[in-house]
């Protein structure tokens, strides 16, 4: 399961993994995201342990999402030692999403 994430634990949970970070920028009301949304939930099961996958509601969480400049939605963010490394905006298939995840564990 994708972990909830928020503007207070957004610093401890993404910037300061160990692991790379995918992060699911989203809200309720976005039919796009309610698309992209089971994706998201198959990697983070399928990536537990090697990876963090987690979802940010854009709505109730507005520090981090202005911090990163989040103008449509879903937008994906990929983190590295506390970086962004890689961006997807929009609904896409699996495999885009699971080829930038897989480019950023080495």
């Known amino acids: 399961m994708a972990l909830e ?6 610093q401890s949970l ?9 992060v699911d920028f989203w809200a309720e ?15 983070a099961q399928e990536y537990e342990g090697k990876a963090v996958v987690g979802k940010l509601n854009v709505d109730e969480n507005p520090e981090v999402s202005v911090q990163y400049g ?6 994906l963010l990929f983190f590295k030692n506390g970086k962004v490394v ?6 896409v298939p699996k495999a885009v999403l699971e080829n930038k995840l897989k480019q950023h564990l080495q």
Do not use: A
């Not at 994430?5 to 957004?10: E, G, I, K, M, Y």
């Not at 976005?30 to 990697?43: A, D, K, S």
């Not at 890689?86 to 609904?91: A, E, L, P, S």
């Open 14 to 22: 993404v910037l300061e993994s160990d692991k790379p970070v995918l």
């Open 70 to 75: 989040i103008m449509s939605i879903p937008t």
């Open 29 to 43: 009301w976005c039919g796009p995201c309610r698309l992209i949304g089971p994706i998201v939930e198959e990697l």
């Open 86 to 91: 890689d961006k997807q905006v929009g609904v």
């Open 5 to 10: 994430l928020t503007d207070s634990n957004f």
